[in-house]
T-cell receptor, first 113, second 112 residues
Framework: DGGITQSPKYLFRKEGQNVTLSCEQN?????MYWYRQDPGQGLRLIYY???????QKGDIAEGYSVSREKKESFPLTVTSAQKNPTAFYLC????????????FGPGTRLTVL | SQQGEEDPQALSIQEGENATMNCSYK?????LQWYRQNSGRGLVHLIL?????REKHSGRLRVTLDTSKKSSSLLITASRAADTASYFC????????????FGKGTKLTVNP
């Protein structure tokens, strides 16, 4: 998990509220990603950003929004439009090279009450 | 979309035994990677195998790739209780995409 911090580790939200998950990195990587993981499932891509001030929708972007104003930061907002937001959220960066290896943060577990 | 599909979904073995996990995928790839996830944590990169490689070793890990069958296997030899985790394959598709596509994972339990 070194180099990528996600906060908070646990987050509780009432239905109808927006909530923002933080992701900060000191790896100097250009590309950053947000994934959602449901119990017993793999990772599904929400949004990704290949460079500052640019981002693209992933496979399940509806109900989420992001910004990429700084290289180090890629916050994810879970909006009230997301119908089933309870999940484990993982932020990752990409080390460009022959392998395109991704580095992951420790994750944020979001529970909607 | 889920490109990689691992099997089995769950595997339980005794310490000292070998564990084999398989991954199948659907499209052409640049490389295939294996990641490990301890419960409630982020993923950690284990090993990468390029599309022109057939086998790769790293410590107790052995990865094979068969591009004609679009499949890969991860072998962990002489397993330890500390190997208990979920293991995911991820494919880096041909065409320069910087997106990895992850499978659903194999949950490995190594009993002491």
């Amino acid at each position: 998990d070194g180099g990528i911090t996600q906060s908070p580790k646990y987050l509780f939200r009432k239905e109808g509220q927006n909530v923002t998950l933080s992701c900060e990195q000191n790896l100097n990587h250009d590309a950053m990603y947000w994934y959602r993981q449901d119990p017993g499932q793999g990772l599904r891509l929400i949004y990704y950003s290949q460079i500052v001030n640019d981002f693209q929708k992933g496979d399940i972007a509806e109900g989420y929004s992001v910004s990429r104003e700084k290289k180090e930061s890629f916050p994810l907002t879970v909006t009230s439009a997301q119908k089933n937001p309870t999940a484990f959220y993982l932020c990752a960066t990409l080390q460009r090279g022959p392998g395109n290896e991704q580095f992951f943060g420790p994750g944020t577990r979001l529970t909607v009450l | 979309s889920q490109q990689g599909e691992e099997d089995p979904q769950a595997l339980s073995i005794q310490e000292g035994e070998n564990a084999t996990m398989n991954c199948s995928y659907k499209t052409s790839i640049n490389n295939l990677q294996w990641y490990r996830q301890n419960s409630g944590r982020g993923l950690v990169h284990l090993i990468l195998i390029r599309s022109n490689e057939r086998e790769k070793h790293s410590g107790r890990l052995r990865v094979t790739l068969d591009t004609s069958k679009k499949s890969s296997s991860l072998l962990i030899t002489a397993s330890r209780a500390a190997d208990t985790a979920s293991y995911f394959c991820a494919t880096d598709r041909s065409g320069g995409s910087e997106k990895l596509v992850f499978g659903k994972g194999t949950k490995l339990t190594v009993n002491p």
